[in-house]
């Protein structure tokens, strides 16, 4: 597990660091850091384990967007969004959901219909529901 200081903080979500002490002062109080003026930030076990949950989200989240035609960095900011306020529930779901897709021997027939949908507004000719 690797540290980081405040200003480096700031810098890659490009915040002010005042933004990032205040932030760090709260997640240090929930365990989720271990932070003291002027020195590196850690985070602890825990907050290695959230962070690599909503890792986690984001990548399910924004893999589902791009199955659905979004532009890949578009689904990546939608996710980044949404990963924090979705029930767990509604991940596991969209999970399984993603496993079956990349995991489907073949692109499902119904995807292609979307796609073409989703292009045209017309249903394909072959699509049957």
């Known amino acids: 597990m690797g540290s980081a200081a405040v200003s480096e903080i700031a810098n890659s979500l490009d915040v002010k660091a005042p933004s990032v002490t205040s932030a760090l ?3 240090h109080a929930l365990r989720m850091v271990k ?8 985070l602890t076990d825990q907050g290695q ?10 990548n399910i989240l924004k893999d589902f967007f791009v ?7 578009i689904a990546s ?10 029930h767990p529930e509604t991940i596991d779901r969209v ?3 993603v496993e ?14 979307f796609e073409e949908f ?4 017309d249903r394909p000719d072959d699509c049957i529901y």
């Open 25 to 27: 002062k709260r997640l």
């Open 35 to 42: 932070y003291k003026p002027y020195r590196s930030v850690t």
């Open 49 to 58: 384990k959230i962070g690599e949950y909503l890792e986690m989200v984001h």
């Open 67 to 73: 199955f659905i035609g979004i532009e890949e960095e």
């Open 77 to 86: 900011i939608d996710a980044c969004e949404i990963e924090h306020i979705t």
């Open 95 to 97: 999970t399984k959901f």
């Open 100 to 113: 079956f897709i990349q995991t489907a021997p073949k692109k499902p027939k119904w995807l292609k219909h």
């Open 118 to 121: 989703a292009a045209t507004g």
